[in-house]
Each structure stands twice: as C-alpha cells, then as structure tokens.
C-alpha cells in the first residue's frame, strides 16, 4: 500500500515534486497508509495537475466543447437503404480501425503495467520503465480520446426494413412488418429472417436477447408463437433461416425498433463502433 | 484556516500539523489535502518554509498571513456572535 502511495505521489506536476516532494514523502511515511490516503493522494495530485499545468478549466471546457459538437454533428441518423444489404456492428466509420487499435492499447496496457511494477520493484530499471510507462499512459489515452471522438461523431445506423444486422456473427432482418389493434395497443409481429455472418462455427442468441424501443425510450418484450421458429436457434455459417417475433406497443408510439440487449467482455465495451460502447450511437432495426 | 489556525502557535511540520488539526479541529487532513493548502498557502506568501535538515520541513506564518488569520478570526467571531445572539433570541 505504502508504494502504491508512492507511487500515486509521482503523478505530481514535477515542478511541485521539485519543491515539495521530499517533505511530502516524508509526511508519507509518518502519516501510514490506508485506502483512504491513496484516493487522499490520487485528488490531490489532479488538483495540483489542474493548478500547476494550467490544464484545468480550460482544457476541460475545449474537451467538454469538442465532445459537444461531435455529439451534434453524429446527431443525424444513417438510414440504410432497404436493397437486402448486410451491415456489421463494427463496420460503422472506424469500427475496424479500433478493433485493430484496442490490439495496440491491449500491448501497451501489458507493458505500462510491467513497467509499473519494475519501477516499483527493481530501481536498476527504473528510468527507463518509467520513461516507457509514460509512453504507455500517452497510448492509452490517446486511444480512449480517439475513440470518445469517433464514437461521438459516428451517427447512429437505422437498419431499414429489408437490410441485415450483424452482431458479431448473429444476424437479424426484419422483412415484413403487420400490425393490428389489441385494445389499447398495437400486436406489431415481424417475420425476420436469423443468419449467420461466421465462417466455421455455429451462433446462437438468447431467447430474450432482443426488444422493441420507441421513439421515447420505451422498452417493449419481444415474444414468439409456439409455432415459430425459436430466436435462440443455432444458426450454422451460412445457413438463413426465417421465423417471426411479436410485440405489444402504445398506438402512440410513432417510431419503432429492434435493438438489442448485449453483454460482452469489458473489453469489447472499448472498441470503436461497439453498439455497446457507452459514447456509441447503438444500431436500431426499424420496425415501424 | 486550519492550517493558519495550527501555525499561529509556532513553526510546525506536516504531520505535526495533521495531528493539531485533529485535536483542535477534530478533523484529521489527508496529505494530498494538506499539501495542496500548503501550496496555496505559501502562493499566497501567508506561510513561509523555516530552513531545517530534516526532510520535514516546517512551515511558519508570515506576518501577511497572521493579518489574514486575524481578519478571518474577527469576521468569524462576529458571525458566531451574531448567530448566538439571535439563537438565544428566537
């Protein structure tokens, strides 16, 4: 704990560690170590970050600024054109580029930590560790820069009626929609068609991986006859099988979509053009 | 103010600060914290190092910073005035 501290103590501006730094691990050292002095230390190294660099509040307001602005720029949705095309959940702008590029975050993440604890460890390694580690630390927030950016930029993807949807290797069409009054509601049922973007292995979905969202946010279950074909059926590469799904909506509901509810590595979360990346515009499949 | 408040009575380190604090403040500082009201402090020119040997180097009050800690006592000392005059009156 005590190094972690340490450690933490070495993210001050090196102007101030100039000044303070050896009555400050001295203080360290008095005053012990718990959680609660690592996170004490951890802000009081930002602070001094923010006040020393001058980076703070306008740094800040430039970022807050950029994100803003790519955010209203991806504001206009893409609407596939409906001709039978496939889209992929990592083919949106940069998709395949951040794949690429969280295999290099992942080495320098590998590296930056190494380089952590040979810093801590061996003081033979430690100026160049800590000079690799930075370089490191640069790497991974550029990436994570870069991908906010993108994310934000990107619009989101309205897959049309007609068109495919491949997340990951699962894939989704909706070809026909029908709907009919039932009380206060509309029975929206869908036939779609489930296929396989894999080359060699089999795929297959939870039953209740997909649901309908309105123009509001609404969440709607998605639910099946008995006599249709299963969503959780295991699609074999290649293969296109065909089977239909059914939602209640409000009659109000003037927008509908399929989209849906996916869980991955923590990873995965960090990939450009991932429907489940938190700054991503996820893909929506019309429905009405 | 804590800060001020722990040196008005003579030259202090850091830890010995910490501890003051707590026993007449009742309030323990982190010393991410007291390093950055130091900092500030010393910015200010209200608080000044004293030469010393040891790595724990202790602080002083500069008279610009006794000034200040007075103003703030006074100001202070009305305020509680006031509020217990009017607490006693409601």
């Known amino acids: ?288 | 103010m804590l800060v001020l408040a722990s040196l008005s009575d003579g030259d202090k380190h850091g830890y010995a600060m910490i501890e003051d604090i707590e026993r007449f403040a009742g309030l323990r500082l982190g010393p991410g914290t007291l390093y950055g009201a130091i900092t500030r402090l010393e910015e200010r020119g209200w608080i000044k190092p004293v030469a010393s040997h040891d790595r724990r180097r202790p602080y002083t009050l500069t008279a610009s910073g006794r000034e200040y800690l007075e103003v703030q006592l006074d100001t202070l000392g009305r305020v509680l005035k006031t509020a217990a005059r009017r607490l006693k009156h409601a």
């Not at chain 1, 001094?48 to 994100?67: E, N, P």
């Not at chain 1, 003081?123 to 690799?132: L, M, N, Q």
């Open chain 1, 1 to 288: 704990m005590k190094r972690l501290i340490l450690f933490i103590a070495k993210m001050y501006p090196r102007a101030w560690r100039e000044r303070y730094g050896a009555e400050f691990e001295a203080l360290l050292k008095d005053t012990g170590a718990d959680g609660r002095i690592v996170v004490n230390v951890f802000f009081g190294a930002i602070t001094m970050l923010q006040r020393w660099k001058k980076i703070g509040s306008v740094t800040l307001l430039a970022m807050s600024a950029l994100l803003a602005v790519s955010w209203w720029i991806g504001q206009r949705p893409y609407i596939t054109p409906g001709t039978n095309q496939v889209f992929r959940m990592d083919s949106n702008a940069g998709g395949m580029a951040g794949f690429f590029g969280f295999f290099i975050l992942l080495p320098a993440t590998i590296v930056g930590l190494f380089c952590v604890l040979s810093c801590i460890n061996d003081r033979s390694f430690r100026g160049s560790a800590a000079r690799v580690g930075k370089v490191c630390r640069w790497i991974v927030m550029a990436y994570m820069a870069a991908m906010m950016l993108v994310s934000m930029l990107t619009p989101r993807t309205i897959v049309s009626i007609g068109d495919g949807y491949c997340w990951d290797l699962w894939c989704l069409g909706v070809e026909q929609v029908n709907a009919t009054p039932q009380g206060q509601n509309l029975l929206y049922t869908a036939k779609v068609r489930l296929f396989s973007d894999a080359n060699h292995v089999l795929t297959a979905r939870k039953k209740n991986f997909l649901y309908a969202i309105d123009e509001q946010g609404r969440r709607f279950p998605v639910f099946q006859n008995s006599s249709a074909l299963p969503l959780d059926t295991t699609v074999r590469p290649s293969e296109s099988v065909k089977t239909s799904l059914s939602f209640l909506a409000p009659a109000n509901a003037r927008e509908l979509y399929l989209t849906g509810d996916q869980v991955a590595m923590p990873w995965v979360y960090l990939y450009f053009g991932s429907d489940i990346n938190p700054f991503h515009r996820c893909t929506l499949l019309r429905i009405l």
